[in-house]
């Protein structure tokens, strides 16, 4: 009895001191900027390998960020969001191949072919809501993906192979095109993208005029939030970033096909890490693009099988919306507590009472 | 008209036929649930996979094997729906999307199980009926699955409508779709009838998938392509609206042969998910204009 005891106020403690170091003004930039130093330092202590799959995991968490931005903050679900991944991809690609030109310029134009994409896509589509939208998105990256296998300038069913001379990048890199060197590009923009996405989401005007969009447009829109203005600019934002991972991942990897960067599962896997880790949370896309990327990694190395993670994904997605709807940053808050899993528990079996 | 022209029509109809099993059962679901089910695709793939491992394992014709797919399926979705309805109501935040999103969860799970246990081959469903061939002088041949599949495709249809539109419990199940708290109201026990609206759509969809995986072959990676085919149908036609989808399921069908044979297939898949997105913009209500309205 006595020892339960110490153990809880043990935890209380705990939370008690995260939670008041959570509620200083400048917890954010002690966190980041710890991320940043654990970042920079990690790579001495990992082998090729393991700075492969941290480079991956950095390139997900990114991604997922980016999601987080349309589908998490705005609530408009894009299921077509891995189209600009891809176009990103593929515009770095036609770049450096059909015009020979270095990587730098590759990635810029792979930024504005985003940004001008998104725009004339996102004015029709983003009049639609809620199930139209993600239906209309889905559509319109499958049909992206076709275009990429019939077209010649993508290399159509035979995909694309980018330089891979270390002059290629632009400007001269001491070391080479090292396995390093993408890990510190990737984690560049992966932090930039968490550091833009606290900054204009949830330390802004801004951000509150996109979260009043997703809770109620029309009540947005009655206080002078111009909410179409509002829902292009984060869905273009979202969208160049998913391009400009699209670009580096191209040039790391080398090679890129329709079927892989424009495939489902590129956005199956962003929505999938926005809602394991909690939806319009600027810590959920983190934690969820971590768990379910490492998960799907330490299956194929572990368990043998490069393909188990996909029904483990599966149940993970139900049992979040079915018990947990604000992800495991739900939980770990106590946004979620055990009180409110039970009652979830309880009203699930209430609706087995069929007959 | 030439004999392949008339060929290539009937041909189209007869593979529409079976589309329109899927397409309705899928409109009926947004209609009752209120969900759009991400998953329509994997039930056509499970029970095409469920066909071709069963007629290895007992040996028996694939045709024997429909009403036993039909019932395990209906089963399967009459346990799936209690899942569905308690994701989209209660304290959540977005309840509507959060049951696409379960679907989508269903998707993944079912493709990565198949894939998992049974590898990315294709296995194809034996049955005596896959071999022969209907003969008709001036207009053309048809195989006898296809002539079977489309047979089976209005007899299901037939059924359907009949339980829908004539019976006391597909009038409980129309009303919920039209609106569900005042069907529950009127003292219709909502859970039961979106259950069997849930578990019918599960089993037609899945039997469909025995007669696909018939005229071409059962793979993991195959559901993808009979989503697409699902919401092209129901947008087309209009989200929610029955009749709709029967017009388009034909067409669809009709569309697919034609440009397999005439056209080069590599646009086949462009121009439906184009037109898919174009018809969403367009005239969110389907050509007809009588689906739900976008919401």
């Known amino acids: ?355 | 008209m030439s004999e392949l022209f008339t060929q290539t029509l009937i041909n189209g109809l007869l593979l529409g036929g079976i589309y329109v099993t899927v397409g309705v059962g899928f409109s009926l679901v947004f209609g009752v649930l209120e969900v759009v089910d991400f998953a329509v695709g994997e039930w056509v793939m499970l029970g095409a996979f469920a066909g071709a491992v069963l007629t290895a394992a007992l040996g028996t014709d694939g045709l024997y094997l429909v009403p036993v797919v039909f019932v395990l399926f209906f089963v399967v979705g009459f346990f799936v729906q209690p899942f569905l309805h308690h994701v989209t109501t209660g304290d959540r935040p977005m309840p509507l999307l959060m049951g696409l999103v379960f679907t989508f969860g269903i998707a993944t799970f079912a493709r990565g199980a198949v894939l998992t246990i049974f590898g990315p081959n294709t296995r194809s469903i034996t049955s005596g009926a896959t071999s022969g061939a209907i003969t008709l002088s001036g207009i053309g041949v048809f195989p006898t699955i296809r002539v079977i599949t489309a047979a089976f495709g209005v007899l299901s249809l037939l059924v359907f409508m009949y339980y829908l539109y004539r019976t006391k419990g597909g009038m409980a199940i129309r009303a919920i779709a039209e609106d569900r708290t005042n069907a529950r109201l009127m003292g219709i026990n909502i859970r039961r009838y979106q259950s069997i609206a849930y578990g019918a759509y599960a089993g037609l969809t899945a039997t469909a998938g025995i007669f696909i995986g018939l005229i071409y072959t059962a793979s993991p990676g195959m559901g993808l392509q009979y989503t697409a085919f699902a919401f092209f149908m129901v947008v087309l036609a209009g989200l929610g609206y029955l009749p709709g989808v029967i017009l388009s399921g034909i067409v669809l069908g009709v569309v697919q042969s034609f440009v397999a044979v005439y056209v080069s297939s590599q646009w086949v898949f462009f121009s439906l998910f184009a037109l898919i997105y174009v018809v969403l913009l367009v005239s969110p209500a389907g050509l007809l204009g009588k689906g739900e309205a976008a919401t």
């Open chain 1, 1 to 355: 009895m006595s020892a339960e005891r110490t153990d809880e106020s043990g935890q209380r403690g705990l939370r008690a001191r995260v939670d008041a170091f959570t509620a200083r003004e400048d917890a954010w930039k002690w966190t980041f900027g710890a991320a940043v130093v654990l970042l920079a330092l990690l790579p001495l202590g990992l082998n090729s390998f393991w700075t492969r799959i941290a480079l991956g995991a950095l390139m997900w968490v990114g991604l997922a960020q980016s999601w987080n931005m349309i589908g998490g903050y705005a609530g408009y679900l894009d299921f077509g969001h891995g189209a600009y991944f891809g176009v990103g991809g593929f515009v770095t690609g036609i770049v450096m191949v059909k015009l020979s030109l270095p990587f730098i310029p590759g990635l810029l134009l792979a930024g504005v072919a985003g940004a001008a994409l998104a725009y004339v896509i996102g004015v029709p589509t983003l009049r639609l809501k809620g199930s139209y939208f993600a239906i209309a998105t889905w559509a319109f990256a499958e049909a992206m993906k076709q275009l990429a296998l019939i077209l010649g300038i993508t290399g159509g069913t035979f995909g694309m192979s980018l330089p891979t001379a270390a002059s290629s990048f632009g400007i001269p890199i001491p070391g080479g095109l090292s396995e390093t060197f993408f890990y510190y590009v990737m984690a560049a923009l992966s932090l930039g993208t968490v550091l833009l996405s606290y900054l204009v989401l949830e330390h802004s005007e801004f951000g509150y005029r996109v979260q009043a969009v997703r809770d109620d447009e029309n009540a947005a829109e009655s206080l002078g939030i111009d909410t179409t203005r509002v829902k292009r600019q984060v869905y273009v934002l979202s969208c160049v970033i998913a391009a400009l991972f699209g670009s580096v991942y191209a040039y790391h990897i080398t090679f890129i096909h329709p079927n892989d960067v424009l495939g489902s599962l590129i956005t199956d896997q962003m929505v999938i890490m926005v809602l394991l880790g909690g939806l319009g949370t600027i810590y959920g896309p983190v934690v969820g693009g971590l768990t379910v990327f490492l998960l799907s990694r330490m299956s194929s190395l572990f368990l043998g099988s490069s393909t188990i993670y996909l029904p483990l994904i599966g149940v993970l997605i139900m049992l979040v919306v079915l018990f947990a709807p604000s992800g495991i940053v739900g939980l770990l808050n106590g946004q979620t507590s055990r009180a409110d899993v039970k009652k979830n528990v309880h009203e699930l079996a209430d609706k087995f009472d069929l007959l």
